[in-house]
């Protein structure tokens, strides 16, 4: 089973930069998208952003422009690069991939998450 290990989170100031991080405990070519989703208490799990495998990125709006997403290897696939930090980007932080094998089947990965705190 593949595990995923989200890293990078903590508790930064408003206005602050962090980079997450999210590495496989497997190579993974056979994606077809990787994601970064939030959850803050008592709402649900939101997406931030996704990055397809062709490279073609999405972002919720609440986080354009200042937050970008990224992949460079397939031992540490996806990364979110977090800029200018609001207190209501308070949340867990969880990395996915999906995709399909060249078998077919379906395969949906979620790491445990990393806490992301902004405040003064």
């Known amino acids: 089973q593949v595990q995923l290990v989200e890293s990078g989170g903590g508790l930064v100031q408003p206005g602050g930069s962090l980079r997450l991080s999210c590495t496989a405990s497997?190579?993974?070519?056979?994606?077809?998208?990787m994601g970064w989703y939030r959850q803050a208490p008592g709402k649900e799990r939101e997406l931030v952003a996704t990055?397809?495998?062709?490279?073609?990125?999405n972002y919720s709006d609440s986080v354009k422009g200042r937050f970008t997403i990224s992949r460079d290897n397939v031992k540490s696939p996806v990364y979110l690069q977090m800029n200018s930090l609001k207190p209501d980007d308070t949340a867990v932080y969880y990395c996915?991939?999906?995709?399909?094998?060249?078998?077919?089947?379906?395969?949906?990965?979620w790491g445990q998450g990393t806490q992301v705190t902004v405040s003064s």
């Open positions: 990055i397809l495998s062709a490279g073609s990125r």
């Open positions: 497997e190579i993974i070519l056979s994606f077809s998208a």
């Open positions: 996915n991939v999906r995709g399909r094998t060249v078998v077919g089947d379906r395969f949906s990965y």
